[in-house]
């Protein structure tokens, strides 16, 4: 591992990340991991990706860029086109996970899952991993879990009282710094911790941090957000025209004249798209206007979808399946809105494809992509069916505030460009490992025989971030 230098700024390090979250045809997350592949190479920064695959296989993308392909099973539940690395590869001595750490030895891990990945943290913690050194240890958070418990459980305040103890006593200190993709992820690290706990829940989340050898470093030292990026080399309005909408609706089997709204993402549970099919029920009833709803992406809730919008509005809703990139730009520039449903979206690359196309974007006024969307530059609204439908009437009908917030979104896309996005996610990892070498007693325990104790600030301060 590298030193630090005499003038108190680490050199270039090496950094591995590790995923389940990744698959040739995935979204958001893999899209932003490829930007950051790119920048490493721009950078002369060596960095490393370990991601499930169908068999164990390596693609050197550069001489600083590389992604281990580890042979795994597809995912047993939610969405089948992604497969899961397991605890036993990286457990187990000799396991393949292990190997690479072993063989790379990187400066810096990062672990982007909650799940089953997650146990890498608290071993290197617990020097089960000692061949291994001790790295930095940061956790990216691209979802929250009180989300998905809540979407795929079916369970609310239980679920949100389940998640909230895990974080606190499991994910928080099992990792150095936590990293969000917006500041509402990252506002469920601080929601776990907030309010002052009572003698019992103070004593065992002491016991536990100082049996995982948590950092002794205040919370919002610790918790980050950095935004995720859109390509406008690829999503803008430069392919838009007459003959390319002609053979768009063409191809999707719908009238020239009709209004093309479009959503691209996941169909699954946690996308709330069965609000589309409600939407489209409601404008179905529409004698002026013929919407049309084309869809790209695929997932669990495809077919369900297809059924019901073929047994109440057969023809409205088009379901296109995963299209190429370059399809996927023509799509966003000549269609007429886009329509995002999910209300607890991470933090959501299509709406910023979409705007970066020149597309007016409708979707819920709340959840990460609040980021960046406001009333400035697109139609926020509540997720309820009559609330879109009129949201996407005066979208299209608008014409004043449609060009005023399509110039707006603009705006906000070139603050939010892939490139600025990975640079800026790089020089963050900088800053930490500065704090991290600094600081590394309090963050490793090492020469340091004190128990960890949780911190006045780590329950007053977490009022603060959430206001």
Request: glycine residues 6%.
């Amino acid at each position: 591992m590298h030193d630090q230098t005499g003038n108190g700024i680490p050199p270039p390090f090496k950094s591995v990340h590790i995923t389940n979250f990744y698959h040739k045809n995935s979204g958001g997350i893999s899209t932003s991991y490829n930007n950051l592949l790119a920048a490493a190479t721009r950078r002369r920064r060596h960095v490393r990706l370990i991601v499930p695959g169908e068999t164990e296989s390596v693609e050197t993308l550069s001489e600083f860029a590389k992604i281990y392909y580890v042979a795994a099973k597809r995912s047993p539940i939610v969405d089948r086109r992604y497969r899961v690395m397991m605890p036993w590869q990286y457990m187990m001595k000799g396991s393949a996970i292990r190997k690479i750490l072993l063989e790379e030895r990187p400066d810096m891990i990062e672990v982007t899952d909650k799940y089953t990945l997650s146990l890498i943290g608290a071993m290197i913690r617990t020097n089960n991993f000692r061949r291994l050194g001790r790295p930095m240890l940061v956790h990216f958070s691209c979802e929250r879990m009180d989300d998905n418990v809540r979407t795929f459980l079916g369970i609310g305040g239980a679920g949100k009282w389940f998640t909230n103890r895990l974080i606190r006593y499991y994910h928080l200190p099992s990792f150095d710094f936590h990293i969000a993709n917006s500041e509402y992820t990252a506002a469920e690290f601080f929601e776990s911790v907030k309010g002052r706990r009572g003698g019992l829940a103070r004593r065992l989340q002491a016991s536990i941090w100082k049996w995982l050898k948590a950092p002794d470093v205040p919370i919002e030292e610790r918790v980050h957000v950095c935004h995720r990026g859109v390509n406008i080399r690829r999503f803008n309005s430069d392919s838009r025209s007459a003959a390319a909408r002609s053979e768009i609706c063409r191809l999707a089997g719908v009238p020239e004249s009709a209004v093309l709204l479009f959503y691209a993402g996941r169909l699954s549970p946690e996308k709330n798209t069965g609000l589309l099919l409600e939407v489209m029920k409601l404008l179905a009833t529409d004698g002026d206007r013929d919407h049309r709803l084309l869809i790209a992406g695929d997932g669990p809730k495809a077919k369900w979808l297809a059924a019901r919008a073929e047994r109440h509005i057969p023809g409205k809703i088009v379901q296109l399946g995963h299209v190429d990139k370059e399809q996927l730009a023509r799509l966003y520039a000549n269609a007429d809105v886009f329509v995002h449903p999910n209300p607890r979206e991470p933090f959501g690359i299509a709406p910023l494809e979409a705007m970066a196309s020149g597309l007016p974007l409708v979707a819920p006024n709340s959840g990460g992509i609040l980021s960046y969307a406001n009333e400035a530059n697109a139609w926020l609204t509540e997720p309820h069916a009559a609330s879109f439908a009129a949201a996407i009437r005066d979208a299209v009908a608008n014409e004043p505030l449609r060009r005023s917030r399509i110039e707006n979104g603009l705006a906000t896309v070139e603050e939010n460009r892939s490139e600025t996005s990975a640079e800026r996610l790089l020089d963050t990892y900088d800053r930490l490992y500065a704090k991290f070498m600094a600081k590394r007693t309090a963050f490793t325990g090492e020469g340091s025989d004190d128990a960890i104790r949780p911190r006045t600030s780590d329950f007053s301060n977490a009022r603060t971030h959430l206001r």
